[in-house]
């Protein structure tokens, strides 16, 4: 079946530095992939998603790229705020079933001043 | 706009009991998924509704569960008997179209249901 394995956390990183939280994913079919982040307190809300091979997602200074031949989607952003503390989930849908969203099981991102 | 909203936001019950889980999606979306999420993990996929239809309840994990929309926009999840695996947080989404893979899917803010 459809699965998303992403990078353990928690992770902890400096306001300003750079972060990578790896996603790779098995699917059949063709998935669209996507980014959800869960504020403290919130629900979720997506961050950003792409739909076709090669194309990348971006939104408030984050970006993924589907990659098909790696079966990866990445997330990225060049410089952390301590705003960005949250959990991020990396998910997907494909074709088959109801269409519903397979998450990974979460990363865990601190950022400290 | 107003989002997806569920209630109660916080439900506490004994082993045993009855709960029921309401949620509001987005005026107009056609679809609708229940996911639980347990402490820890990512949420997983409970059943999903067109409109009215419940198209997809292979993820209900045992009969004790049952969902309903009856008229294509609020839908509640009914729990009978809680044991204490049931204990996670109940999540709500809705998207505007009907099965297509690209569609976003918009959460509520999930019921924490605690049973003890």
């Known amino acids: 079946g459809d699965s998303v394995t992403q990078m353990e956390g928690p992770v902890t990183l400096s306001e300003e530095a750079f972060l990578t939280i790896n996603c790779t994913y098995t699917?059949?079919?063709?998935?669209?992939l996507f980014w959800y982040v869960q504020y403290p307190g919130e629900g979720l809300q997506l961050l950003l998603k792409?739909?076709?091979?090669?194309d990348k997602g971006s939104n408030k200074g984050f970006e993924a790229t589907y990659r098909k031949e790696t079966t990866s989607f990445h997330l990225e952003k060049g410089s952390v705020q301590v705003s960005d503390s949250a959990v991020y989930f990396c998910?997907?849908?494909?074709?088959?079933?109801?269409?519903?969203?397979?998450f990974g099981k979460g990363t865990k991102l601190s950022v400290i001043p | 706009g107003a989002g997806v909203s569920q209630s109660p936001r916080y439900k506490v019950a004994k082993r045993g009991q009855d709960v029921a889980l309401r949620c509001d999606p987005i005026?107009?979306?056609?679809?609708l998924f229940w996911y639980q999420q347990a402490l820890g993990q990512g949420p997983e996929f409970l059943t999903y509704?067109?409109?009215?239809?419940?198209?997809?309840k292979s993820g209900l994990p045992s009969d004790r569960f049952f969902a309903e929309r009856p008229e294509g926009s609020v839908s509640t999840l009914k729990i009978q008997r809680t044991q204490q695996e049931d204990s996670a947080v109940y999540l709500c989404?809705?998207?505007?179209?009907?099965?297509?893979?690209?569609?976003?899917?918009?959460f509520g803010p999930g019921t924490r249901l605690t049973v003890l």
């Open positions: 989404a809705s998207s505007r179209r009907d099965r297509v893979p690209s569609d976003t899917q918009y």
């Open positions: 509704f067109q409109n009215e239809a419940q198209l997809d």
């Open positions: 998910a997907l849908t494909t074709g088959a079933g109801s269409y519903q969203l397979t």
């Open positions: 005026s107009g979306h056609v679809s």
């Open positions: 699917a059949t079919g063709y998935p669209s």
């Open positions: 792409a739909t076709k091979a090669d």
